[in-house]
């Protein structure tokens, strides 16, 4: 009896003392990431771990692709219990997780004054029927690159308006040995549908309504704004390649002063100002041009951190989620990377404009950031857009004619037809 009793002792001990270390052991909170941000912040995942011993922070490189990443937690979503405790997204991601319920609702983890510290796009970009889903991280937002030495040679100021980008443009053609007025992206991929965003709303127009789910694509400003991308080539503004160009493609062109003006992110302003980069100390940037008496537009892009819906952890996830997004650590990952913050205050922060002067010139940018339609049907109504604004500027179909097809295909989509 009594060698029952003590091997029964071990026993409860040996169970007491497995629980008490798996107590101490730290929790693992995991997200995918593409392999050069998986680089990146790894200084970031050190410090929150010093910080957090009770907290392992485990990234997962994936590729660089960011929609192969998106398909890769997508994969893991519909096979039940993701892997994953955090999503580090895209912005264009949300409204699909969201919709799907792969997402933890963070409203009631975040006041509305603390909301109010990051740029409004970044944070609508977040949001799915009135929940929040994503805190945001580093923002991103298309713009226009000029030559400065060029417009001063010409003897013209930075464009404002569409009919102004025309006029310099031909005026720097004509009078000095630059090829090309405008590049941009017009490959069949999400970039052509950013530049068209930019575009249709700078004609006063926009995609889709997300409250109504009203299309705009066959109204006016739609077809204004897919007649202004096409003219660009035929009009031989824009070189005929343009049709095949991604953002590296129009940087290269810029950047070997082979053009005048060009439409892309803010990564690029490194590139065009490097060692060997031609055109490096004759660069402006600015607002995209718009029509005469309409805004201008900026089309958003960015990453956050939203929580999976089926994490075990979603307390640590949290802690990691407010650490990443806090103003000491993006104010230091922004400055060693030079991507472009989320919180407003750090476009104008000294220690920031130290390192990156320009950012005070991006804040004009970033202020007319307008994000993609956050709607669950987003990747489809993207690639209806894409297809027939492929077709519009490669002269396969009159631009109204493309945007009353995708008109009509995108209110299938949205179960709004008439």
Known sequence: ?????????????????????????????????????????????????????????????????????????????????????????????????????????????????????????????????????????????????????????????????????????AAIQSETDVDWGFVWQGLQYEGIVTNYVELVAGFGGFWIDPETLEVGLDQPAGIQAAEFMRSLISERVSPPGVTNYIEEDALRQFENGNTAFMRNWPYAWAEVNREGSAVAGNVGIKPMVHAEGQQPAATLGGWGFGISATTPHPEEAWRVVEFFTSPGPMKDFITEFTYVPSRRALFTDPDVLAELPHYEQLLEVAETTIPRPPVGQYAQLSDILQRYLSATISNQMTPEAAMRAAAGESRRVLGTEA
């Open 1 to 169: 009896m009594g060698l029952v009793l003590l091997a029964l002792a071990v026993t409860v001990g040996a169970l007491l003392f497995g629980a008490y270390v798996r107590a101490q052991q730290p929790v693992t909170i995991s997200f995918l990431l593409r392999a050069v941000e998986a680089d990146q912040m790894q200084g970031l995942a050190e410090q929150f771990m010093a910080e957090n011993p009770d907290i392992r922070i485990e990234m997962v490189r994936g590729p660089n692709a960011a929609d192969a990443v998106e398909n890769l937690y997508t994969t893991s979503f519909l096979l039940g219990d993701s892997p994953y405790d955090i999503l580090f997204s895209d912005v264009v991601w949300i409204p699909k997780f969201a919709a799907a319920g792969w997402l933890i609702d963070l409203s009631d983890r975040v006041s509305e004054a603390e909301l109010e510290e990051f740029l409004p796009a970044d944070v609508a970009a977040g949001v799915y029927q009135d929940g929040l889903y994503r805190m945001p991280f580093r923002s991103d937002m298309g713009m226009l690159y000029y030559r400065t030495d060029l417009l001063d040679q010409v003897g013209m100021e930075p464009p404002e308006t569409f009919d102004d980008l025309l006029a310099a443009s």
